[in-house]
């Protein structure tokens, strides 16, 4: 059973177009997040929700809206896709200060 | 914010024992240090965490001086299957303010 898991692992999508990726963890973690990895591997925080509220909100174009519609859910929303959006998204979980564990990740291809 | 440091490389044999350290100068009295292993086409993966001292676990050890200002991840006798990017992670835990911040990570490539 995976622990946390994201859909869709690939997407490509043309600049301009809205997307949606899907997390859920089975954890009874009550803290999700939302990372990017670019292509230089560098990991960078995007979102963190505690208990459905949000509770670090990194710069992030407004064009990326993330929602938690339960302690199980953080879906992320991306609006007027470009080309620099193009990343490896992966989301986590955690019980509030401890580890986080990490999903496998979706693969965003913009052209 | 703490601000972490690793190299950005490292080779070694199998069955050496590879050392990677991490800077973390800024380090706050609360904050946990956590090594992950990722390989490509995946997902982070928890190695091992730690607040000062030595933990030891079943597949590697973290050594933290007294001052906390670095920490090193210990991997015993590697195998070619260690080969991937290792990264530092800081984070505070407690009340208030709650940083995240990932090294930029350590490729360690194994040799045969």
């Known amino acids: 059973d995976t622990a946390v898991s994201q859909t869709p692992k690939y997407l490509v999508t043309q600049m301009g177009n809205d997307k949606s990726i899907k997390c859920e963890q089975n954890?009874?973690?009550?803290?999700m997040y939302w990372y990017k990895q670019d292509s230089k591997k560098f990991l960078k925080i995007m979102f963190s929700?505690?208990?459905?509220?949000?509770?670090i909100n990194e710069t992030v174009p407004n064009r990326f809206s993330p929602k938690s519609p339960d302690k199980a859910h953080l879906n992320l929303h991306i609006n007027s896709l470009e080309l620099g959006d193009s990343a490896v998204y992966f989301c986590?979980?955690?019980?509030?200060?401890?580890?986080?564990?990490f999903g496998e990740g979706s693969w965003l291809t913009v052209v | 914010l703490a601000k972490t440091t690793q190299p950005i490389s490292m080779d070694s044999y199998e069955g050496q024992e590879v050392n990677i350290t991490c800077s973390h100068n800024?380090?706050?009295?609360?904050?946990?240090i956590t090594w992950y292993q990722q390989f490509p086409s995946q997902g982070p993966r928890f190695i091992i965490q730690?607040?000062?001292t030595k933990v030891t676990n079943e597949v590697a050890s973290l050594f933290i001086p007294a001052d906390r200002k670095s920490s090193t991840l210990s991997l015993p006798r590697v195998s070619l299957s260690d080969t991937a990017v290792y990264y530092c992670?800081?984070?505070?835990?407690?009340?208030?303010?709650?940083?995240?911040?990932f090294g930029k990570g350590t490729k360690l490539s194994v040799i045969p």
């Open positions: 986590a979980s955690s019980q509030y200060g401890n580890t986080i564990y």
């Open positions: 954890l009874g973690h009550d803290t």
């Open positions: 929700y505690n208990n459905k509220e949000l509770i």
């Open positions: 800024n380090i706050a009295t609360n904050d946990y």
């Open positions: 730690g607040y000062k």
């Open positions: 992670l800081v984070f505070f835990s407690g009340a208030g303010s709650y940083q995240l911040t």
